[in-house]
Nanobody
Protein backbone atom coordinates (compact mmCIF):
# COMPACT_ATOMS: atom_id res chain seq x y z
CA UNK A 1 0.00 0.00 0.00
CA UNK A 2 0.98 3.58 -0.63
CA UNK A 3 -0.30 6.65 1.19
CA UNK A 4 -0.14 9.99 -0.59
CA UNK A 5 -0.37 13.35 1.20
CA UNK A 6 -0.52 16.62 -0.73
CA UNK A 7 0.53 20.01 0.61
CA UNK A 8 1.24 23.50 -0.66
CA UNK A 9 -2.18 24.64 -1.76
CA UNK A 10 -3.56 28.04 -0.91
CA UNK A 11 -4.84 31.38 -2.19
CA UNK A 12 -2.84 33.32 -4.75
CA UNK A 13 -3.49 36.19 -7.11
CA UNK A 14 -3.61 35.66 -10.84
CA UNK A 15 -0.10 35.61 -12.26
CA UNK A 16 1.34 34.21 -9.06
CA UNK A 17 2.94 30.87 -8.28
CA UNK A 18 2.39 27.92 -6.00
CA UNK A 19 4.33 24.74 -5.43
CA UNK A 20 2.44 21.57 -4.58
CA UNK A 21 4.14 18.61 -2.99
CA UNK A 22 3.03 15.00 -2.66
CA UNK A 23 4.70 12.83 -0.06
CA UNK A 24 4.42 9.09 -0.43
CA UNK A 25 4.71 6.67 2.44
CA UNK A 26 4.51 2.93 2.64
CA UNK A 27 5.95 0.82 -0.12
CA UNK A 28 8.70 2.64 -2.07
CA UNK A 29 7.15 4.25 -5.09
CA UNK A 30 10.17 4.59 -7.29
CA UNK A 31 8.62 2.13 -9.72
CA UNK A 32 5.35 4.02 -9.94
CA UNK A 33 4.13 6.59 -12.39
CA UNK A 34 2.84 9.68 -10.64
CA UNK A 35 0.24 12.17 -11.72
CA UNK A 36 -1.59 15.32 -10.70
CA UNK A 37 -5.27 15.80 -11.38
CA UNK A 38 -7.66 18.57 -10.42
CA UNK A 39 -11.36 19.01 -9.93
CA UNK A 40 -13.19 22.31 -9.94
CA UNK A 41 -16.68 22.71 -8.45
CA UNK A 42 -19.31 21.25 -10.73
CA UNK A 43 -16.73 19.81 -13.10
CA UNK A 44 -15.21 16.39 -13.66
CA UNK A 45 -11.73 15.54 -12.48
CA UNK A 46 -9.20 16.39 -15.15
CA UNK A 47 -5.60 15.51 -15.87
CA UNK A 48 -2.94 18.10 -15.13
CA UNK A 49 0.50 16.46 -15.36
CA UNK A 50 2.29 13.12 -14.96
CA UNK A 51 5.80 11.77 -14.71
CA UNK A 52 7.09 8.28 -15.42
CA UNK A 53 8.99 6.07 -13.01
CA UNK A 54 12.42 7.22 -14.13
CA UNK A 55 11.48 10.89 -14.08
CA UNK A 56 12.71 11.24 -17.63
CA UNK A 57 9.30 11.56 -19.26
CA UNK A 58 6.70 14.13 -18.35
CA UNK A 59 3.21 14.76 -19.67
CA UNK A 60 1.03 17.85 -19.43
CA UNK A 61 -2.47 18.94 -20.23
CA UNK A 62 -2.53 21.56 -22.95
CA UNK A 63 -4.10 24.03 -20.54
CA UNK A 64 -1.03 24.01 -18.26
CA UNK A 65 1.80 23.34 -20.70
CA UNK A 66 4.53 25.94 -20.36
CA UNK A 67 3.22 27.11 -16.97
CA UNK A 68 3.39 24.00 -14.77
CA UNK A 69 6.34 21.69 -14.16
CA UNK A 70 6.19 18.24 -12.58
CA UNK A 71 9.24 16.65 -11.00
CA UNK A 72 10.04 13.76 -8.71
CA UNK A 73 12.63 12.88 -6.13
CA UNK A 74 12.60 9.15 -5.54
CA UNK A 75 15.17 9.44 -2.77
CA UNK A 76 12.73 11.61 -0.83
CA UNK A 77 9.57 9.86 -2.05
CA UNK A 78 8.09 13.12 -3.25
CA UNK A 79 6.62 14.53 -6.42
CA UNK A 80 6.12 18.25 -6.88
CA UNK A 81 4.08 20.44 -9.16
CA UNK A 82 5.46 23.92 -9.70
CA UNK A 83 2.66 26.17 -10.91
CA UNK A 84 3.53 29.54 -12.43
CA UNK A 85 1.47 32.22 -14.15
CA UNK A 86 -1.63 30.97 -12.40
CA UNK A 87 -5.03 31.84 -13.77
CA UNK A 88 -8.45 31.93 -12.08
CA UNK A 89 -9.43 28.90 -14.16
CA UNK A 90 -6.71 26.91 -12.37
CA UNK A 91 -8.82 27.08 -9.20
CA UNK A 92 -9.59 23.52 -8.10
CA UNK A 93 -8.79 20.81 -5.64
CA UNK A 94 -5.55 19.21 -6.77
CA UNK A 95 -4.98 15.49 -6.26
CA UNK A 96 -1.81 13.46 -6.37
CA UNK A 97 -2.06 9.94 -7.78
CA UNK A 98 0.21 6.93 -8.14
CA UNK A 99 0.16 4.02 -10.56
CA UNK A 100 1.78 0.68 -9.73
CA UNK A 101 2.68 0.11 -13.35
CA UNK A 102 3.18 2.00 -16.55
CA UNK A 103 -0.13 3.58 -17.56
CA UNK A 104 -1.42 3.01 -21.04
CA UNK A 105 -2.64 6.59 -20.91
CA UNK A 106 -1.05 8.87 -18.32
CA UNK A 107 -4.00 11.25 -18.54
CA UNK A 108 -6.59 8.58 -17.68
CA UNK A 109 -7.49 8.78 -14.00
CA UNK A 110 -8.76 5.19 -14.01
CA UNK A 111 -5.17 4.01 -14.59
CA UNK A 112 -4.06 5.20 -11.16
CA UNK A 113 -4.23 2.98 -8.10
CA UNK A 114 -3.66 5.38 -5.20
CA UNK A 115 -4.92 8.88 -4.49
CA UNK A 116 -4.22 11.61 -1.99
CA UNK A 117 -6.90 13.56 -0.16
CA UNK A 118 -6.44 16.70 -2.25
CA UNK A 119 -5.31 20.25 -1.60
CA UNK A 120 -7.25 23.40 -2.50
CA UNK A 121 -5.77 25.91 -4.92
CA UNK A 122 -7.64 29.19 -5.33
CA UNK A 123 -6.54 31.84 -7.82
CA UNK A 124 -8.15 35.24 -7.48
CA UNK A 125 -8.53 37.64 -10.38
Amino acid sequence: QVQLVESGGGLVQAGGSLRLSCAASGRAFSSYAMGWFRQAPGKEREFVAAINWSGRSTYYADSVKGRFTISSDNAKNTVTLQMNSLKPEDTAVYYCAADRSRPGDYSDSSEYDYWGQGTQVTVSS
